[in-house]
């Protein structure tokens, strides 16, 4: 069983950074893919970025944040991080720590994270 918590969202200005971290507890079969996804009101969980947990260091990224955020990970303090720059308002949302074995490449099907957090907000004001 893996547990994940996030921390680090919160209100900041359009142009603005904020740093997105999550925990996990458990074991992590190193095998797995960490990823971060998120979801606006209305819309369905999009993902965002994720980076293989032990297995090299490949990272993914979703078009829209590409060379905005960068995903990271201390395997020492079974820690990722996803530091977010030049924030827009397009970027409110839910944002989800997520753990999982997805098959494709890159993996961006949620349906492939097996464990998720419980989210953190992010709202990004014009």
């Known amino acids: 069983q893996v547990q994940l918590v996030e921390s680090g969202g919160g209100l900041v200005q359009a142009g603005g950074s904020l740093r997105l971290s999550c925990v996990a507890s458990?074991?992590?079969?190193?095998?797995?893919?960490m990823g971060w996804f998120r979801q606006a009101p209305g819309k369905e969980r999009a993902f965002v970025a994720a980076?293989?947990?032990?297995?090299?260091?490949?990272?993914f990224y979703a078009d829209s944040v590409k060379d905005r955020f960068t995903i990271s990970r201390v395997i020492a303090k079974n820690t990722i991080d996803l530091q977010m720059n030049s924030l827009t308002p397009e970027d409110t949302a839910v944002y989800y720590c997520?753990?999982?074995?997805?098959?494709?490449?890159?993996?961006?099907?949620?349906?492939?994270?097996?464990?998720w957090g419980q989210g953190t907000q992010v709202t990004v004001s014009s």
């Open positions: 458990g074991r992590i079969p190193s095998t797995y893919v």
């Open positions: 980076i293989n947990w032990n297995a090299g260091s490949s990272t």
């Open positions: 997520a753990a999982g074995a997805p098959r494709e490449r890159p993996p961006m099907n949620p349906y492939g994270y097996a464990y």
